[in-house]
């Protein structure tokens, strides 16, 4: 059996994508030949055949030196770097830098280029090299290039060479809670829990036990239809927010409403149903809020809160008209676009504007909703700031969205729709996954010089101190798969990581924001460097720290910047994790690739050899139980350098259910799994604000992490 042509190899090396990588035993693997060539088509790249593979590596050829400038020029703050310029040879040039506050520099330093020129037609194409200044300010420049009557331009982006933390923080350790807030709700939420819910809950951890921030679930849009997906990481947009999460009784023109009485008994009605159910019901609680809010909507507005409401439309611009837009037609036609009339799938088409002009009172309204949680979401972050948390509101943005969705309507230009991203094979997902969701393609990414990426990024760090962002190694190399083919017949793809980080740590300089990467699973060693040396945080799990020999890492040896907490949504809470529940169910559910016995011993000897850690430093006793254990295991935390440390809210009330398998879907009722306290009771949030036990182990988070206390060596 032959391998792939070196025609291929090549034409896949140029476009970055991988034709052989080290899998998460470190066994080099190939990438079959009809996994590149269909990675290629996404890309827009034909190789089929060796005609197709030559022909596109001429067009590759071309693209470049076709091009006057880059598509996009990245400079780093103190750092000198160059960027090339394509001329007719010979033909003399001038190089103008405008910058963002609006004055220019000229003069830029030509560094010598010895390229030889490239026949492009009749014409002979020059490379030219010139410096990037190190002094140059942070910011979005335009670098413009003149030659003879001929003008063209390009984006320049300067980012923080490292990002520094922010002034509230400073060089101090915090702590703060973790939670998925559709499940935490309290006796005034609509059956899920809100952003009222999670304003209350970080004044309670912050002014009763010190916390510094509050890490929420995404709160990215879902479809406005039934059945509204349960998984806030495979959310119709990330760009915009779920209007599940608005309080409704919070918006000012409730206020202002003469009739409530009816809006107060579907609420009632819809908290009894909540009660008396096993799990979230996503649907009948947003069939009830939205009812609700479309009474709000109709009720007047004053001037002020009217100029206030265009001001926000104006911001938004096309992003949001597109977003409302799609839910209109989602709402006629149903959430998958692909099934919509062929003159309704493309944002641009004439139809689709007169949809929206026919509809435009239903379209608005879908406007409106995004404004509320706008204006929520700023009282959220401002209040959790207010009562002394340094960080506020840290969000979580997913990886990517919905192939059917708004996101991936509206960007459809800029995503690879015929492959999805997922995850080769590691040691907890022996069968790999595929997640569902189309990647962004580098090439158009670059084309349009990293805009749609910047607004994501712009939006995630708009009303928080700090993001986390899951699966942050897809910033550098991405698994995708090709549709139909199973998540072990993938292979990654490279995007530019300087581009992508340095437009995170921009955006993040200038929110006063952390930045925290989800840098789970198989990683390149010299990925975790390059983010630490650019100021991002990193994540570590307790269960999956080891040293050399496999044993517990020791907890200096720990990554100071970096967020640290004992488990992670993807695990059962501690409780149930110590009980071996993770197991259990991946049999149950006919996920794992040996033994269920094998699986336990090999886990049962991990969490000794982690018990035996916590006897050796003097944290647990011979005989403790499961409280005492897991109020250890949050104490080792503190005994890291690590400067974020994060208690679960789950663990804090002793939940023993798992809110998500990976893997599955429909098999467990994933992201569905309301709060409850060590016997399954559904909790609610005024429980937790008077849980001993919640009490007990927010109060360690806050003695390991106070100003005072250094982690011992």
């Known amino acids: 059996m032959t391998g792939p042509s070196p025609a291929l190899i090549e034409l896949a090396r140029r476009h970055g994508v991988a034709t052989e990588y080290d899998d998460w035993t470190g066994v080099r693997t190939m990438v079959a030949e009809a996994t590149l060539v269909a990675v290629l088509a996404a890309l827009g790249v034909p190789a089929g055949t060796e005609r197709e593979c030559a022909d596109a590596l001429v067009a590759h050829d071309h693209d470049y030196w076709q091009r006057s400038l880059p598509p996009i020029v990245l400079g780093l703050d103190g750092v000198a770097s160059s960027f090339w310029v394509h001329v007719t040879h010979g033909d003399p040039v001038e190089i103008t830098l405008a910058l963002e506050d609006g004055t220019e520099r000229t003069g830029l330093r030509q560094l010598e280029n010895n390229r030889a020129p490239y026949a492009l037609g009749d014409r002979q194409i020059g490379e030219a090299t010139f410096e990037l200044p190190a002094d140059l300010p942070l ?146 609680a947003w069939q009830a809020k939205r009812v609700a809010l479309e009474q709000v909507y109709r009720v007047s507005r004053s001037a002020g809160r009217e100029l206030a409401y265009t001001a926000y439309r104006a911001r938004e611009g096309r992003s949001l008209d597109d977003f409302a837009i799609w839910c209109a037609l989602a709402e006629q036609h149903g959430s998958n676009w692909h099934t919509w009339p062929t003159e309704l799938q493309h944002p641009g088409s004439p139809a689709v504007a007169a949809f929206a002009a026919e509809h435009s009172g239903a379209v608005d309204f879908h406007r409106w909703l995004q404004w509320q949680l706008d204006d929520q979401l700023t009282a959220a972050q401002a209040t959790a700031v207010q009562v002394g948390m340094e960080l506020g509101i840290m969000g979580d943005l997913a990886v990517g969205v919905d192939p059917d969705g708004a996101d991936a309507w509206a960007l459809q230009d800029v995503l690879a729709l015929g492959v999805s991203a997922g995850a080769p094979p590691d040691e907890f997902n022996q069968l790999g996954q595929d997640w569902s969701q189309p990647p962004w393609r580098p090439d158009r990414l670059v084309e349009q010089a990293y805009r749609p990426f910047r607004a994501l990024v712009n939006t995630a760090l708009r009303h928080a101190g700090g993001v986390r962002i899951d699966h942050i190694i897809g910033m550098f190399r991405l698994w995708w798969i090709p549709k139909g083919a199973a998540p072990t017949a993938g292979t990654y793809v490279r995007y530019d990581h300087d581009a992508m980080i340095g437009i ?210």
């Not at 807030?181 to 009763?208: C, I, K, M, P, Q």
């Not at 010190?210 to 760009?239: C, D, F, K, Q, W």
């Open 139 to 284: 910011g979005y420049h335009r670098l413009k290039l003149t030659v003879g009557p001929f003008v063209t331009d390009t984006p320049v982006v300067v980012s923080p060479a490292t990002l520094t933390l922010p002034a509230r923080l400073g060089e101090r350790r915090t702590w703060g809670l973790t939670t998925q807030l559709y499940s935490t709700r309290s006796r005034n939420s609509w059956g899920t829990g809100d952003l009222t819910d999670l304003t209350d809950l970080a004044v309670w951890s912050a002014a009763e036990h010190g916390a510094g921030y509050i890490l929420v679930n995404p709160l990215h849009a879902a479809a406005p239809t039934a059945p509204m997906e349960p998984s806030p990481y495979l959310p119709t947009s990330r760009r915009f927010v779920n209007p599940l999460y608005l309080r409704v009784e919070a918006i000012p023109e409730y206020a202002a409403m003469r009739r409530r009485a009816g809006i107060r008994e579907a609420r009632a009605a819809i908290q009894a149903r909540a009660a008396g159910a096993a799990l979230i019901d996503r649907d009948a």
């Open 504 to 713: 995170i740590a921009l955006e993040a300089h200038r929110a006063g924001a952390v930045v925290v990467g989800e840098d789970l699973g198989t990683v390149e060693p010299w990925v975790r460097d390059y983010l630490r040396d650019r100021g991002l945080f990193g994540t570590s799990i307790l269960w999956f720290e080891s040293d050399e020999s496999g044993g517990p890492l020791p907890a200096q040896r720990w990554r100071e910047n970096c967020l640290s907490s004992v488990t992670t949504h993807d695990l059962p809470p501690t409780a149930g994790y110590l009980a071996g529940a993770h197991v259990r169910l991946r049999e149950k559910l006919g996920l794992l690739t040996r033994p269920a016995a094998e699986e336990l011993a090999q886990d049962r000897a991990a969490q000794s050899a982690w018990l035996d850690e916590l006897r050796r430093v003097g944290l647990l006793g011979p005989d403790a139980d499961t409280e005492a254990t897991v109020g250890a295991l949050y104490r080792y935390l503190g005994r890291t350098p690590s400067k974020l440390l994060a208690l679960s809210l789950a663990d804090a009330v002793g939940e023993r259910r798992t809110q998500n398998q990976p893997g599955t879907t429909d098999e467990y009722p994933n992201w569905r799994v309301p709060l409850g306290g060590p016997d399954g009771r559904q909790l609610l949030l005024e429980d937790v604000f008077d849980d001993p036990r919640a009490a007990a182990l927010a109060g360690a988070m806050a003695e390991v992490t106070a100003a005072h206390a250094r982690p011992p060596l």
